[in-house]
Every structure is written in structure tokens, then in C-alpha cells.
């Protein structure tokens, strides 16, 4: 699909802020929460080379830790507390394995908006147009790339106060919708977002709900997304290094004021930013 995009000279790399660089002693692995919106970690033992592992038909990420390998597997929003999902694991040397997750409970809090009308009641315009987002968007979150991750460790985006929005079940104008799929960093329009980890920038583009957005993959079904901005510094296919600006926080798209809206999408679900961010 053909996008418009907003490219734009960034503020010189001396007045970014100094968003620490670690080198980390060891792999760093997320945290690992088996609920909801969370990340499971399974291990998957000892071999030559990885195992294959399929979530519903998904690829999974597959890391190796040690003499081991691991699969962190992204758990859905939607998955119900109390109920299994089941991970299918083929190896190398032939057979596969199925294996089981169980899901636990979290509690995620309501928040109530009120936006302009036209944005919860859509005109036939505007549904046309996000359906046709939608359907993209799908696509574009199925991305597999063959490269594991340098690291799943990941910066701060931007400086700001980090709202623990994920999985907020959100009402807009007293209607239900979708629960809330990133972490919002509340932070004044122009202050400068960076890549919360090296990847390639697979799409960006303006888009009805999420405004100026920027999608970065990081390898193997682990993404990152960066909505709301009000400039978009880099293009698609450029390859962008750890704390690189790649755009500036707005107040594009559906808001109710200025901030970034960060997304972590594994095996194509969102999940928690938090687990993933190291300090």
C-alpha cells in the first residue's frame, strides 16, 4: 500500500537526550508474565540448531540462552485467564513437540475518554478508510523476518512519564472498545523519539486512529510501533541503530492531548512494553 510520508530533519544528535547504552553481560531476556497481554517463556532444551515454533499458526521467537533455546511467546489480550494455549515445536532433527501454556489472571484497569463524535461513530468515509488501514496493518504485523533480535532489551523511546495504560478497557464517549494495545510517555509535541532498538523501519505513514506512525522490526515477529507523531524522521527500509531519532512526539491521529503511544508486538499480539524496557 502507498502512504504518504512525513520526512523531516531532526534536531542534531547533541540535543537528543542521553538515553543509556548498555552492553549487557548477559542475554537479556523480558520479563516473564503468562497472562494476558504478557510474554511466556518456554524452554525448549538443547540443540545443534533452533527449534521451529508456531503459535496458531504464527512463527514464534526463538532465542538461545546458554546451551539452551528459548521461545518467548506473545500471549493476546484476548486470551481468557484459566485456559491453555497450546505452542507447536519442530526440530531440527525431525518430530515435533507440542507443548502448553497456561494463563493467568491480571486485572487491567478502565479509563473513560471523550473524543469529537466523528471519531466513535464513523461517517462511511472514514470506515472505508480504516478498514483499509486495518487490513494492512495485519499484514504488516505478520512480518517474519529470518534474524533473531541483537537484543531484547529496549530504551525508553522518549523522556517522559510512562502511564501504565497497556490493557486499559477503554470507553470512549461511555462505548467500550478495544483495550488500550501500548504504553503512553506523556511528553510536549517536538520532543524527540528514538528507536527503542536496532531494526529496519517496515512502514510508516499517516493513519486515521493512530496518526503519524513509524513500525520498526527487530527480528523474528518482534516489532515495535511509535503513533502519534507529529513528524516522522526516517523511511522505509532504513535500518536504524539502537536510541537513533527517528521522529518527534505529537498529537496526530485520536487523542486527547500530546504524547507518544509505544507498542511491542510478538508472534503479531501486543504485549506489554514494560516487560521489555531496562530502565
Not at 501454556?101 to 486485572?107: A, C, D, S
Not at 493513519?207 to 503519524?212: A, C, L, Q
Not at 527500509?237 to 504524547?259: F, L, Y
Request: with cysteine; glycine share 10%; net charge positive.
Amino acid at each position: 500500500m502507498n502512504r504518504r510520508r512525513v520526512l523531516v530533519s531532526l534536531v542534531p544528535a547533541a540535543l537528543v537526550p542521553a538515553w543509556p547504552l548498555c552492553a549487557f553481560a548477559a542475554p537479556f531476556m523480558p520479563r516473564a508474565a503468562a497472562v494476558p497481554g504478557g510474554v511466556a517463556r518456554v524452554k525448549l532444551g538443547k540443540s545443534e540448531q533452533p527449534p521451529v515454533v508456531h503459535l496458531g499458526g504464527e512463527r514464534v521467537l526463538v532465542l538461545r540462552e546458554g546451551a539452551e533455546w528459548v521461545a518467548l511467546v506473545g500471549l493476546s489480550l484476548a486470551a481468557k485467564p484459566g485456559t491453555k494455549v497450546r505452542i507447536d515445536v519442530e526440530h531440527a532433527s525431525g518430530g515435533v513437540t507440542r507443548m502448553t501454556i497456561g494463563i493467568g489472571g491480571k486485572e487491567y484497569a478502565s479509563q473513560h475518554l471523550n473524543v469529537p463524535q466523528g471519531q466513535v461513530d464513523l461517517s462511511a468515509v472514514d470506515m472505508a478508510r480504516y478498514e483499509r488501514e486495518r487490513i494492512h496493518m495485519r499484514e504488516v504485523l505478520r512480518t517474519f523476518s529470518a534474524d533473531a533480535p541483537a537484543s531484547t532489551a529496549m530504551l525508553q523511546p522518549t523522556p517522559g512519564t510512562r502511564s501504565s495504560s497497556f490493557g486499559l478497557r477503554r470507553y470512549f464517549n461511555g462505548q467500550p472498545r478495544n483495550p488500550h494495545t501500548g504504553m503512553d510517555i506523556a511528553a510536549p509535541v517536538g520532543t524527540p523519539v528514538v528507536a527503542a532498538d536496532t531494526g529496519k523501519v517496515i512502514d510508516t505513514g499517516e493513519y486515521f486512529f493512530s496518526g503519524n506512525q513509524i513500525i520498526v522490526d527487530h527480528g523474528q515477529g518482534l516489532l515495535t510501533l511509535y503513533a502519534h507523531l507529529s513528524e516522522i524522521g526516517v523511511a522505509q527500509d532504513e535500518v536504524v541503530n539502537a536510541g537513533a531519532p527517528i521522529g518527534k512526539v505529537g498529537a496526530t491521529g485520536r487523542v486527547t492531548g500530546p504524547h507518544l503511544h509505544f507498542s511491542v508486538y510478538l508472534n503479531t499480539v501486543p504485549v506489554d512494553p514494560a516487560l521489555f524496557l531496562t530502565a
